[in-house]
């Protein structure tokens, strides 16, 4: 989900901070995501909001690192270079479908422009597919549902993926996204309006293998995700943009039996979005 956003990200900078020009992004960080019958969940600031010099930058980013990594080394311009991943609960949530928070900082190496360039903002996206399926909703499609047509930083879409070879998710939702002359935000969440819609629905399926076949179990509702995205432009190094995408998602209790997949097998996953969406920024540099 990572590099697909990115496609959201061109275009120039506008009038305006974030909270002004992306009111989703707004509500996720103010109002909460809605994670159960009265039940919200705020998502956390960023880590670099803009406006910081380069002595504030490097305290924040310092201070987040902590002992883990020295700063010269999570900025360096490499595909290995480190990234921070956090995985943790979210309260409140609902018991029969814990809220999991995913948050994840790393560096690339590039220019802002980039985000321009229609070949690659696909190339990009093709990173984060995974295999899955991704389409735009129409604005005949919204019609038809009474939705207003989107704006011009706005836009829905359909999303199908296998998460974790044990789960089969596909759901309708709103990305709305904003630019300032320091960084990118694109923000997305799961648009409830789907919730039992007849072909856009939002809902998973149980994963099982029969015979080296995947099976798809019967559909069930879901909903309660979101993220957010911003890139923002470093001043120092030069040319280092930095990445942090934090998203809040129900997790049923039918999705793993309760166990604990997403510390064992979320890793590796992340590693390879974060180096793979690397290579393409460094590719021309």
């Known amino acids: 989900m990572l590099t697909l956003l990115l496609v959201f990200a061109a275009g120039q900078p506008a009038a305006g901070s974030h909270d002004e020009q992306n009111p989703l992004y707004r509500s ?8 159960g019958p009265d039940r919200r969940a ?3 600031a960023p880590t670099l909001p803009d406006g910081l010099d380069a002595a504030a930058q490097k305290a924040a980013l310092t201070t987040l690192l902590g002992p883990d990594y020295s700063l010269a080394e999570f900025t360096r311009k490499s595909v290995v270079a480190p990234h921070l991943l956090k995985l943790r609960d979210v309260t409140p949530s609902d018991p029969q479908a814990p809220a999991r928070g995913v948050d994840v900082w ?6 802002m422009g980039r985000l321009e360039d229609e070949k690659f903002l696909e190339r990009i996206a093709g990173h984060g597919r995974d295999g899955g399926k991704v389409a735009a909703l129409t604005t005949d499609d919204l019609a038809r549902r009474k939705i207003p047509a989107p704006g011009k930083q706005e836009g829905y879409g359909v999303v199908e993926f296998d ?11 709103r ?4 630019r300032t002359a320091e960084s990118v935000v694109v923000a997305a969440e799961i648009d409830p309006r789907f919730a039992a819609d007849a072909e856009f629905p939002n ?21 309660g995700a979101a993220l957010y995205l911003k890139i923002t432009r470093l001043a120092e190094p030069q040319g280092a943009l930095f990445c942090e995408q934090h998203v809040i998602f129900t997790e049923p209790t039918g999705w793993f039996d309760g166990a604990n997949l997403l510390r064992s097998k979320l890793p590796p996953v992340v590693q390879n979005n974060v180096r793979s969406v690397r290579k393409e920024w460094l590719k021309g540099n």
């Open 28 to 35: 996720l960080l103010t109002s909460g995501l809605l994670v």
């Open 42 to 44: 705020k998502f956390p």
């Open 106 to 111: 790393f560096v690339v190496h590039g220019e």
């Open 163 to 173: 998460f974790l070879d044990k789960v089969r998710v596909r759901a309708t939702g």
């Open 175 to 178: 990305a709305v996204w904003s």
């Open 203 to 223: 809902q998973w399926q149980p994963l099982s293998k029969e015979g080296g076949v995947v099976k798809a179990g019967p559909p069930q509702p879901w909903g």
